[in-house]
C-alpha cells in the first residue's frame, strides 16, 4: 500500500510538472506566434497610420478581427505621441483597457513587441515601422480560450499518459509483488501447513533471502528443527520406556522366581523340621509309654514289696530294722514312681504341644503355599 501511494503521487508530480512545461512552452509557442501576427497587423496598418487615414487602418484588421480562431478581444493603434488612432473592442470581451499608461511607456521605448499575461487575455505590443521611421504601437489582446483549451487537452493527455503508467506500475508492481511475496508466502504457507500435518520432510522455500520473507522462512525452519527434534526426543522417551518396561518385566521375573525359589526352600525346610519333629515326637511317646509302663511295674513290685515286708515283720523281729530299711527304699522308690508319672504326664502335655506346633506349622506352609501361588499370578501379570 505504501509504495503504490508512492508511485501515484510520484505520477502525479511527474504530470503536473510535465502539464507545467506544456503551460509554459505552449504560452511561449503561442505568445511568438501572436507576436508575428501582431507585427504583420502593424505592417499591413503602416500606410493608414502614417498618413492619419483610419478606414486604412480598420480595413487592415478586419480580417483579423472576423476570423474567431485569432481571438482578438480588442485592438488599439497608437501615434508616436501615444494618442489613440484606431479601436476595436469585442462584444465579448467589453472589460479590456488597452490604454495603460505603463505599458505604452514599455512599448515606445523598444523596438520588439513585447507580451504580458492580464487575466484571460494575452497583450502584445508591437511597433510599428516604415523605413525604420516608428510610426506608432498596435497592440492587441487576444483571448486565453483556446490556448487554455489546448493546455487542458495536454494535460488531460499527459493525465492519460500518467494514469496509463500508473496502472502499468501498479500491474507491474502486483506481478512483483506475486513473484517476491506471495508465492513465496503461497509455498511457505503450504510448508507450514504440510509441517503442521506432521510432513517434516517438506522443503521450507525462501530460507536463503535477506528480507522479511528470509526472517519468516528462517523461522519456519527452525519450527521444523523443533519439531524434527522433538520427534526424535520422544522416539527416544519411547523407546527408553520400552527398554524400562522389559527391564522391569525381568527385574519381575526374576523376583518371581527367586521368591518362588526361597519359599520352596522354606517350605522344603519346614517340611523337613516337621518330619523331624513328628518322628521326634513319636520317640518321645514311645519313651513316655515305656517309662509309664516300667513305673506301673515298680508300683505293683513295690506294693508285693510291702505285702512281703508285713508279712516278715510279723514273723521276725530281728529282722524289723532290715525291714525298716527295705520300708524306706519301696517308699523312696515309690516316690520316684510318682515322679515318674508326674514326669510322663509333663512328657504327654510336650508331646500334644508339639503335636499343636506340628498343625501350625502346617497351616504355615499352606499360607506360604498360597503366598507362592499369587506372587506367581502377579508375575504372569507383570509380563
Given amino acids: 500500500m505504501g509504495l503504490t501511494l508512492t508511485i501515484l503521487v510520484g505520477v502525479a508530480v511527474l504530470v503536473y510538472f510535465e502539464s507545467n512545461e506544456q503551460r509554459k512552452n505552449l504560452t511561449k509557442v503561442s505568445a511568438e506566434f501572436r507576436q508575428v501576427i501582431t507585427a504583420q497587423l502593424g505592417m499591413r496598418m503602416a500606410g493608414g497610420l502614417r498618413w492619419s487615414r483610419i478606414n486604412a487602418i480598420e480595413t487592415a484588421y478586419q480580417d483579423l478581427v472576423a476570423d474567431d480562431s485569432y481571438e482578438v478581444g480588442a485592438i488599439a493603434v ?41 487575466g484571460d487575455h494575452m497583450i502584445v505590443a508591437s511597433p510599428v515601422y516604415v523605413a525604420e521611421k516608428r510610426l506608432g504601437l498596435v497592440v492587441v489582446a487576444y483571448g486565453m480560450g483556446g490556448l487554455n483549451d489546448l493546455i487542458f487537452d495536454s ?37 507450514m501447513a504440510a509441517l503442521a500435518g506432521g510432513d517434516l520432510d517438506a522443503d521450507v522455500p525462501g530460507t536463503r533471502r535477506n528480507d522479511e520473507i528470509g526472517e519468516m522462512a528462517s523461522a519456519v525452519q527452525i519450527f521444523k528443527d523443533n519439531a524434527i527434534e522433538k520427534m526424535r526426543l520422544e522416539e527416544d522417551q519411547a523407546a527408553a520406556a520400552q527398554r524400562a518396561e522389559e527391564e522391569k518385566r525381568q527385574t519381575m521375573n526374576e523376583m518371581a522366581d527367586r521368591f518362588e525359589r526361597t519359599v520352596k526352600e522354606v517350605v522344603d525346610g519346614v517340611g523337613t523340621a516337621a518330619t523331624e519333629m513328628q518322628a521326634t515326637s513319636q520317640q518321645m511317646s514311645a519313651t513316655a509309654e515305656e517309662t509309664s509302663r516300667q513305673s506301673a511295674n515298680v508300683a505293683t513290685a ?27 527304699q519301696v517308699m523312696q522308690s515309690a516316690k520316684i514312681a510318682q515322679n515318674a508319672v508326674e514326669e510322663t504326664e509333663a512328657t ?30 502377579l508375575a504372569l501379570n507383570a509380563t
Avoid: C, W, Y
Fill in 78 to 118: 497608437f501615434d508616436n505621441a501615444g494618442k489613440i488612432v484606431a479601436t476595436h473592442q469585442s462584444d465579448k470581451n467589453v472589460d479590456i483597457d488597452l490604454s495603460n499608461a505603463a505599458f505604452l511607456d514599455r512599448g515606445a521605448t523598444g523596438q520588439q513587441a513585447i507580451v504580458e499575461i492580464d
Fill in 155 to 191: 494535460f488531460m493527455v499527459d493525465a492519460g499518459i500518467g494514469i496509463a503508467v500508473l496502472a502499468a506500475s501498479i500491474v507491474i508492481l502486483l506481478l512483483m509483488v506475486q513473484a517476491l511475496v506471495g508465492r513465496p508466502l503461497d509455498q511457505m504457507t503450504r510448508a
Fill in 302 to 328: 513295690s506294693d508285693q514289696a510291702t505285702a512281703n515286708v508285713q508279712t516278715v515283720a510279723a514273723t521276725a523281729e530281728e529282722l524289723s530294722a532290715s525291714i525298716s530299711e527295705i520300708g524306706r
Fill in 348 to 377: 504327654n502335655e510336650t508331646v500334644k504341644g508339639l503335636a499343636d506346633a506340628a498343625a501350625k506349622i502346617g497351616e504355615v506352609v499352606d499360607l506360604i503355599n498360597d503366598i507362592a501361588g499369587q506372587t506367581n499370578l
